[in-house]
């Protein structure tokens, strides 16, 4: 097929132009450069993308597809489709279901679910510890070899600092990634959202933005170390965008994420004990969202990620105290970047382009990432002027658990092709 007449962004490669892009295969055959135009043969389709940007497919590396065990609330085939729906050819998932995903044969099975969904590709994240209660180093070997693309803590952060030493020395010694949720947890016991201002006026007891800066220092220190490549997830503070600065200035080998919501939404969103605007990070203050988007444009902050993490309605109608952490991101995630951050122009279309699909390829060593002549042809192409309601019964993903219900954004993907094969869109 012949993607004819789009904006062609592709930052791997330096490339920001009007042409034709050839996909053949399976893969990336010709980027036709400079508004040249593409011969299509009869046996070809054609599809206009005039007014559109074709790009590098999207890489969401931090979500939770909640299979094995959870499967109302999403499965690897609904969240591949709403990734898809959303953008993403590719994305990874976490480890915290039930049961954890910490042996080989979970992960050989997550993968053959990936395939067989036939949306966006679904790399899967082991559990750093068997059970994730830190007690037991998971078999990380093994996992690698079943195709883990790397180890994480998420949601069960580990405390015990020898604990965290030893994983990155494994994980290190295996090239595989090490990705951590950063809190103290002596310190944010039974906090429900940022602590501050707002949840005094609300009653709700607080998770202090200290817990999470001590861990990311701590974490940084002992990447230092040990070599291990670590990757802080979810950074939600200014301090901590400062700690990650200078961990890369010391020569660390450390990469991070933040996500939408940490660039949107102000701890303001929880007033009405609004349970759609809980989680954990918890939403900051101004400060720390000016502190994201000046991350983003200096590289301290690699890649966008969105931590989707999809629950059942009746879960989130509790009272606020009671109700899960987490939001759902995939379907909102690229019109959020377009309205917030290259709208009021803190990015370039390209920069953000960089920051959800070259740089997350590039931190979890994934394939993507780029249109290179030859590469797979995982394509995104969206419609960076149209704008749209977010309506959650119309998301393709079982979670309707957004803040960002209403809310009218600009920006939104037409086409998803994965390895060639057009998995959402036309
Ligand atoms: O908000 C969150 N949701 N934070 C976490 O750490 C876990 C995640 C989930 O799995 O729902
Ligand atoms: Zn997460």
């Known amino acids: 097929m012949i993607l004819s007449g789009g904006r062609i962004i592709d930052p791997a490669n330096n490339l920001d132009t009007v042409g034709d892009l050839r996909v053949e295969d399976g893969v990336v055959r010709t980027v036709a450069a400079g508004g040249t135009r593409l011969e299509g043969r009869p046996d070809e389709r054609v599809i206009n993308c005039a007014g559109k940007v074709v790009c590098p497919g999207l890489i969401d590396i931090h979500v939770h597809l909640r299979e094995p065990g959870q499967e109302y609330k999403e499965t690897i085939e609904s969240g591949a489709r709403a990734a898809a729906a959303g953008g993403f050819t590719a994305v990874a998932c976490m480890p915290n279901t039930k049961p954890v995903i910490d042996n080989a044969s ?43 693309v790397a180890v994480s803590d998420d949601a069960f952060q580990v405390q015990d600092a020898e604990f965290l030493r030893r994983a990155m020395e494994y994980a290190h010694m295996l090239r595989l990634p090490v990705l951590t949720h950063c809190e103290n947890t002596s310190l944010t016991d039974s906090g429900a959202m940022n602590e501050g201002y707002t949840a005094t006026v ?60 940490y660039w949107c939404l102000t701890d303001e969103a929880c007033r009405g004990y609004h349970a759609n605007a809980k989680m954990n990070p918890p939403l900051r203050t101004e400060t720390d969202l000016a502190a994201m988007v000046e991350g983003l444009k200096d590289g301290t902050l690699d890649c966008i990620a969105t931590d989707h993490a999809p629950h059942a ?24 970047g377009i309205t917030h951050l290259v709208q009021p122009g803190h990015l370039s279309l390209a920069a953000l382009v960089k920051a959800m699909s070259t740089e997350p390829a590039r931190v979890l060593r994934l394939p993507g990432g780029t249109l290179a002549e030859g590469s797979p042809a995982d394509i995104t192409v969206f419609d960076p002027e149209a704008q749209w309601v977010v309506e959650p019964e119309q998301f393709v993903s079982k979670g309707r658990n957004t803040p960002f219900a209403g809310q009218t954004l600009t920006g939104r993907a037409t086409l998803t092709v994965v390895g060639g094969e057009v998995v959402y869109g036309d």
């Open 313 to 336: 309605a009746y879960e989130k109608q509790v009272e606020f105290v009671s109700a899960p952490f987490g939001i759902v991101g995939l379907e909102t995630s690229l019109a959020l």
């Open 106 to 148: 979970i992960v050989r099975d997550l993968r053959a679910k990936s395939d067989a969904a036939r949306a966006a590709r679904v790399y899967v994240i082991a559990a750093l510890s068997k059970g994730m209660v830190n007690q037991e180093l998971a078999e990380m070997a093994d996992l690698k070899d079943a195709g883990a």
């Open 202 to 261: 609300l009653g709700i007891k607080g998770l202090p933005r200290e817990a999470y800066e001590m861990d990311v220092a701590r974490n940084i220190l002992l990447s230092l170390m040990t070599g291990a490549h670590l990757h802080v997830l979810h950074v939600s503070t200014a301090r901590e965008v400062e700690l990650i600065r200078w961990g890369k200035a010391q020569g660390a080998n450390v990469t991070a994420e933040t996500g939408p919501h």
